[in-house]
């Protein structure tokens, strides 16, 4: 997900993510001692708006992916013509 320079601090925004994604956003209210004593772990499940509107960003993103393969692949149909005709 980031490219890593070193620093310990460029994984703690993973970690959060990871966290909430596991525990919820109650886990950031909890304190460590909390923590140890409950740690059941479940995934947040986002509600329905958020869920179809992410399967609509990836329906746009292959659209847009597709489009792109298709433009490349006609630049170089046309280049390689263009290298034929000299």
């Known amino acids: ?8 601090n460029d994984t703690l ?13 109650e886990r950031f209210f909890q304190t460590p001692k909390d ?7 479940k995934f947040h499940t986002p509600s329905k708006e958020v869920e179809q509107n ?10 847009e992916l597709k489009y792109t393969k298709t433009l490349i692949a006609l630049v170089q149909k046309q280049e390689r013509t263009n290298k034929n005709t000299k």
């Open 54 to 63: 992410l399967e609509l960003k990836i329906k746009h993103l292959e659209m």
């Open 35 to 41: 923590y140890r004593k409950n740690p059941v772990r």
């Open 13 to 25: 925004p993973v970690r959060w993510v990871y966290q909430y994604r596991l525990y919820g956003k």
């Open 1 to 8: 997900m980031y490219l890593s320079s070193g620093s310990l």
